[in-house]
């Protein structure tokens, strides 16, 4: 490519949407151009890096043994109905109507569109281990679409489900897929790193994020550096100490605190009880029912654990109408000792009204570190009131006790002990063993060895293209510009003559950079000719921006002492002969 041909629209400045460098550098480097908030252009060295990393992520996934399939974007919403995400995945769901006023949705992902076709291909389990693949435009209705390429409205994703016969056989699934995107993220030149990840509400243990370390990720890995043990901040455990227990026989007491209405506050003078002396009292909605919520004061809630525990995404957190509805209180002032709930045998909540039916409690989910915690402080179900001598065991009914609190930074390692430490990271992949719940859904059933008919297992592989494109330079750049890995840079070498092209396409300095161009083109090496009419500056400039990896200058100065001048992006320049140009750079490529 020449570059007088090209359109590479470098730019001096971000434009001040771009806030993160890897976005700044896209733009920049004239790699994307915005269309609209979260829809971007791939302008032609762009879509040449996006094409590379793609051409890794089809060669490993063909080598797993994947078959690469194409499905389409646009979806009928009946099989989502079927799966039941119509409802739980609405608030991502794009839908349009064709001219009949039929809805129709724009693919967020594909398990309801493969599972189908699996249903009508495969019937025995002769057919089956298969794995399919595919990698195409995604539509998801974010929230909130930020960062570029990161956290787009419409992305590319390479997207893979598996079919299995039997759970052993799913697993060995998940592990080549696991396996194969260690293989795809090191040839994309990306040090990614996989960290158990929540299952949401499907459960298991194999689940499986690929992070990139960026202080601008959008997730927040736990991790120990002395076992290695990394989990998302949505898994992580960790051996926090549980509530000590103190011999007591006290009754619960309640005492007045007018005007505290925060942890913070009871843990000061006058009252002095420490944060993880008390317990934190959190209502949420769940199935429009109020359910209680107990943490340790010091902790909080994690409500991607509390997902996993009430096996549905479908909850909030009360309004404070919805919160003094259900207790007589205000935020500040909650508990769950159980006599305050019932409302008759012990504390009355102020308004009458908002007592519970006698003998009624909620339902209270507990975090283990409370487990028979005694001599605690809780909210009285009154305002300005607390209790303490507050013992769990005996005071509260816990309907079920749980992970449901976020692992902290410095909290004991719960495989080795050591301190752990929390970092944010760019979510590039994810492996998934999704086990029966699709195949049941929308029948992808199976004769088995005995003609038994069984639901297939499956296991479903993302990777975001788009967005390990932008991850890459986001872990690989310095201040001039974009450091590409060589196997995805938009071109790998760029020549560029020093004298200006108008001095003649027949001086020397031009002769030998059209004859080192030809020679890397006939070697199959993606090369650019920076042939502008500019100075050696901007040149420089724009080729470090865009972040070649390999310049080759050719100068009038150190050709004439027969030389040309090699510098790999990011390290030293060096002088060699311009006969031996083409043979260093081979090696520079090996
Ligand atoms: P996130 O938590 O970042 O929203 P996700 O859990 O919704 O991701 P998956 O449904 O597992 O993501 O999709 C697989 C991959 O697609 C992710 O690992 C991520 O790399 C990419 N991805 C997801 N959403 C987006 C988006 N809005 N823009 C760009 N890439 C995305
Ligand atoms: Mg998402």
Not at 28 to 35: P, S
Not at 54 to 62: A, P, T
Not at 252 to 267: C, R, S
Not at 531 to 544: A, L, N, T, Y
Request: hydrophobic share 40%.
């Amino acid at each position: 490519m020449r570059w007088t041909q090209a359109l590479i629209p470098t730019l001096r400045e971000a434009p001040a949407e771009a806030e993160i460098i890897s976005h700044q550098l896209l733009l920049r480097a004239g790699l994307i151009r915005k269309l609209a908030g979260g829809l971007y252009t791939f302008l032609p060295l762009g879509l040449r890096s996006l094409r590379k990393i793609e051409q890794i992520i089809r060669e490993e996934m063909n080598r797993a043994g994947a078959l690469e399939v194409l499905m389409p974007a646009l979806q009928p919403p009946e099989i989502w109905q079927q799966s039941g995400r119509y409802e739980t995945a609405r608030d991502v769901l794009f839908k349009v109507r064709d001219r009949a006023k039929k809805e129709w949705l724009l693919g967020p992902t594909h398990e309801e569109v493969i599972t189908t076709l699996v249903a009508g291909e495969i019937n025995s389990y002769r057919q089956l281990p298969k794995n399919f693949y595919q990698i195409q435009t995604k539509f998801r209705d974010e929230i909130r679409p930020r960062f570029g390429l990161m956290r787009a409205k419409e992305f590319i994703m390479k997207d893979a489900y598996s079919f299995d016969a039997t759970d052993e056989g799913a697993q060995a699934s998940y592990q080549k897929m696991y396996d194969a995107y260690t293989r795809i993220f090191a040839r994309c030149g990306l040090k990614a790193f996989p960290v158990e990840a929540d299952t949401g509400v499907m459960g298991g243990k194999f689940s499986h994020e690929f992070m990139v370390p960026a202080e601008t990720g959008e997730n927040e890995v736990v991790y120990c550096e002395v076992c290695n043990y990394a989990a998302n901040i949505d898994k992580a455990t960790s051996a926090a100490q549980k509530s000590e227990v103190r011999s007591q026989k006290s009754e619960v007491e309640k005492f007045a605190t007018p005007g505290v209405v925060t942890i913070e506050a009871l843990a000061k003078a006058p009252f002095n009880v420490a944060a993880d002396r008390q317990i934190k009292t959190l209502v949420y909605i769940v199935a429009s029912k109020p359910v209680l919520i107990l943490l340790r004061g010091d902790h909080q809630l994690n409500e991607a654990k509390l997902t996993g525990k009430l096996g549905t995404a479908e909850f909030r957190a009360a309004t404070a109408d919805e919160i003094f509805a259900a207790l007589g209180a205000h935020p500040g002032s909650l508990g769950a000792v159980a006599a305050t709930l019932k409302g008759g045998t012990g504390f009355q909540p102020v308004n009458p009204e908002h007592r519970l039916e006698a003998g009624a409690t909620l339902p209270v989910y507990a975090d283990e570190t409370l487990r028979d915690a005694s001599d605690m402080t809780t909210g009285a179900n009154e305002d300005g009131f607390h209790l303490r001598h507050v013992d769990i065991a005996r005071d509260i009914i816990v309907k079920q006790w749980a992970d449901l609190r976020t692992a902290q930074a410095g909290e004991p390692c719960a495989k080795c002990g050591q301190p752990l430490k929390i970092r944010r990271a760019i979510e590039v992949g994810h492996v998934f063993k999704l086990g029966t719940k699709y195949s049941i859904a929308l029948k992808a059933l199976f004769l088995d060895e005995t003609g038994k008919q069984q639901p297939a297992v499956m296991g479903c592989y993302g990777i975001g293209v788009t967005r390990t494109m932008q991850a890459i330079i986001e872990q690989s750049h310095d201040k001039d510009g974009i450091v590409w890995p060589l196997n995805v840079a938009p071109y790998t070498v760029c020549i560029t003559p020093l004298s200006p092209a108008s001095a003649g396409a027949g001086g020397a300095v031009m002769t030998l950079a059209e004859k080192i161009y030809a020679e890397l083109t006939v070697k199959g090496v993606d090369v650019i000719l920076d042939d502008r009419d500019e100075r050696p500056g901007v040149k420089f400039k724009d080729s470090e921006l865009v972040g070649f990896p390999i310049r080759i200058g050719i100068g009038e100065k150190s050709l004439a002492k027969g030389e040309v001048e090699l510098k790999p992006r990011g390290g030293a320049l060096q002088a060699v002969k311009a006969d031996e140009a083409l043979a260093a750079v081979m090696k520079m490529l090996a």
